[in-house]
């Protein structure tokens, strides 16, 4: 059981989705994690510890993308394979029987058609245990706020690629703090710094997406303690 359990998240960490999938080359013809955890949940293993090895899964990859020992494609590949384990969990956050780290709000600002990202960020944070809610592109002020009204609780990711955009980013984040002060703010994208960040009145920056994990793990951790 602990076996199945380990090939679940090295398959997540290697994006290997499935049998027929040929990526990873060594990894080619044998199962992935998409057969892995249908195994594993037949065997009454249950979805808490497979959500957690994937998250660990997730995590590594997302530490080795940060020391550029590995790249996008690499990522992506692990982000579907962390896609092919939630298809199977979906039913256990249903019914409550296992629960989201929290909600995330995320949209590429007003002006801005750019969403590799963003989308980049999404299947990311998706892959550790985090609701997303996709707002899109060239999402306006009024968008963000409507959704941090429906969603209680949500964090906030603004992204960019436009330096044009970053004035309406700034708006963003100002309108978002004035109406909902307790709601934690991340921005990211090319032209954004730490600096720029703060100026803005963000919480928090992050130039990948393992560090937007890493910034929501702390809020979580956060809410918890309070």
């Known amino acids: 059981m602990?076996?199945?359990?380990?090939?679940?998240?090295?398959?997540?960490?290697?994006?290997?989705?499935n049998k027929s999938s040929p990526?990873?080359?060594?990894?080619?013809?044998?199962?992935?994690?998409?057969?892995?955890?249908?195994?594993?949940l037949e065997a009454a293993v249950g979805p808490d510890a497979i959500l957690q090895v994937c998250n660990e899964g997730m995590q590594r990859i997302g530490a080795r993308f940060?020391?550029?020992?590995?790249?996008?494609?690499?990522?992506?590949?692990?982000?579907?394979?962390?896609?092919?384990?939630?298809?199977?969990?979906?039913?256990?956050f249903k019914t409550g029987s296992i629960r989201a780290k929290g909600?995330?709000?995320?949209?590429?600002?007003?002006?801005?058609?750019?969403?590799?990202?963003?989308?980049?960020?999404?299947m990311v944070i998706e892959g550790n245990g985090w609701e997303v809610i996709d707002l899109g592109v060239d999402v306006k002020p009024a968008k963000?706020?409507?959704?941090?009204?429906?969603?209680?609780?949500?964090?906030?990711?603004?992204s960019a690629?436009?330096?044009?955009?970053?004035?309406?980013?700034?708006?963003?984040?100002q309108e978002i703090k004035a109406q909902f002060p307790a709601t934690n703010v991340i921005v990211g994208g090319a032209p954004l710094t730490m600096e720029a960040a703060l100026k803005m009145g963000a919480d928090g920056y992050s130039p990948d997406p393992q560090g937007a994990v890493a910034f929501l793990d702390k809020?979580?951790?956060?809410?918890?303690?309070?």
């Open 2 to 17: 602990n076996e199945l359990v380990e090939k679940i998240g090295q398959c997540v960490e290697r994006g290997k989705v």
């Open 23 to 40: 990526y990873p080359n060594d990894m080619k013809g044998m199962d992935g994690a998409d057969e892995f955890t249908r195994q594993a």
């Open 66 to 92: 940060s020391r550029n020992e590995v790249f996008v494609p690499e990522l992506l590949m692990a982000a579907k394979a962390m896609h092919a384990v939630m298809v199977h969990l979906e039913p256990f």
């Open 103 to 122: 909600k995330f709000v995320l949209g590429t600002v007003a002006g801005d058609l750019h969403d590799i990202g963003k989308n980049l960020v999404r």
């Open 144 to 158: 963000f706020l409507e959704a941090i009204k429906n969603t209680p609780g949500c964090v906030v990711g603004l």
């Open 161 to 173: 690629l436009l330096t044009t955009t970053m004035v309406g980013m700034s708006k963003t984040v």
């Open 219 to 226: 809020v979580s951790v956060a809410n918890i303690t309070q």
